[in-house]
């Protein structure tokens, strides 16, 4: 099975904002981390002018990529005033690490 990860960068600072829409979406597993940065928006009160974003990582089929990636660009434009990038990269390989 070939896999990819699909990875989005949002303006959103609020994770119970979007998590219930992530569940609904039966995704078997999410990372959200706190991503500072800028792109179209900057932030002229910071130093760098970076802003506070959410960043999700999750790891597919590459069969389901493009519809979650779909999925999360659409949450995005529903949640906030826009701004932000969705990407799909390939994977070489994948290896889940658990005791057995």
Do not use: C, R, W
Not at 3 to 11: F, H, M
Not at 66 to 82: F, S, Y
């Amino acid at each position: 099975m070939n896999y990819s990860k699909v990875v989005a960068i949002i303006n959103i600072t609020d994770y119970s904002l979007i998590s219930e829409q992530l569940k609904s979406m039966h995704i078997p597993g999410v990372t959200v981390s706190k991503a500072h940065g800028f792109g179209d928006y900057v932030n002229e009160y910071d130093e760098f002018g970076f802003s506070e974003n959410m960043k999700i990582e999750i790891y597919t089929s590459q069969d389901q990529a493009e519809t979650i990636a779909t999925m999360l660009a659409e949450l995005a434009n529903e949640l906030t005033d826009g701004g932000g990038v969705v990407a799909i990269e390939p994977l070489s390989k994948l290896l889940n690490v658990k005791k057995l």
